[in-house]
């Protein structure tokens, strides 16, 4: 499925589109392969290597629009595609302050929707991947992040 993925991302132009440390699909195969060294679910995965395909708050270049979100999903699967949209929808000045909060607030920069993962309201947000530059797996280089989230105090309410 991979080779028939990154085909269609060749195909759709990311092979010829900047990204920091390259092309942007430089990039998306080196989060796959990142994920995969990782031991990452396959659908994990497979959202690694599209999570730019409707564009994201820190590289608005969208690969296809929301309008066809089922295309990709016929491609990589409902969950892998579901993982995409969060990625993609998440407003990152919005929400990653709050992320280390009790009642972690993500806001859906589409909609505008704000929900917390912590409500257990369903959706996507067990999937919705957080960027930083060290884990207990180690460290991720820059070309794969995109940014700190920022470190503000939770609110009390």
Known sequence: MSDHVVAWLRELGAREIAHPGGTLLTHLERVEA??????ARPALR????CHAFYGTDGFPTALLPLARRAELAAVIG?????IVYA???????ASYPTLACEEAAYRDRFTGRVDSPARGS????RSCPRPTNSTS???IP???THGEPNSAPCSSG
């Open 137 to 139: 797996r180690g460290s």
């Open 34 to 39: 990142l994920l995969g060294s990782w031991g």
């Open 78 to 82: 409902d969950e892998a595609e579901e």
């Open 46 to 49: 497979r959202a690694g290597l």
């Open 87 to 93: 990625y993609a929808a998440c407003d990152r000045a």
């Open 122 to 125: 369903g959706g996507t947000w």
């Open 142 to 144: 820059p070309s794969v």
